[in-house]
């Protein structure tokens, strides 16, 4: 399956972006499509992550009750609604999937990177 992530932008501080991930080819239930970022400097991290047959869905302490991952099967595609945002969620946001749990959130057990989509939050 191929990813691909957009919907970045430059928003002020507060402000909300949606981020959407599209995938080509067939989703199984047992796949976990996850949201990561890269900020300067810094190494990427996990953000969020959804099992598209479950549902169930984990996020990173930093984002949580501010930020909202979600699925539409018709489409293909997963969403990160990120709300309140903040200078410290600027990065490059990529997606990329899973055969396992959404649990998982080291970015080295993830496969079929997207491309990144730049989120600049400015205060």
């Known amino acids: 399956v191929q990813l691909q992530a957009s919907g970045g932008g430059s928003v002020q501080a507060g402000g909300s972006l949606r981020l959407s991930c599209t995938a080509s080819g067939r989703i199984y239930s047992s796949t976990s499509l996850g949201w990561f970022r890269r900020a300067p400097g810094k190494e990427r991290e996990f953000v969020a992550s959804m099992n598209w047959g479950s549902r169930s869905t984990n996020y990173v302490r930093t984002v949580e009750g501010r930020f909202t991952i979600s699925r539409d099967t018709a489409k293909n595609t997963v969403y990160l609604e990120m709300n309140s945002l903040k200078p410290e969620d600027t990065a490059v946001y990529y997606c990329?999937?899973?055969?396992?749990?959404?649990?998982?959130?080291?970015?080295?057990?993830?496969?079929?990177w997207g491309q990144g989509t730049q989120v600049t939050v400015s205060s």
């Open positions: 990329a999937s899973i055969t396992g749990s959404p649990y998982i959130t080291s970015p080295r057990d993830y496969r079929n």
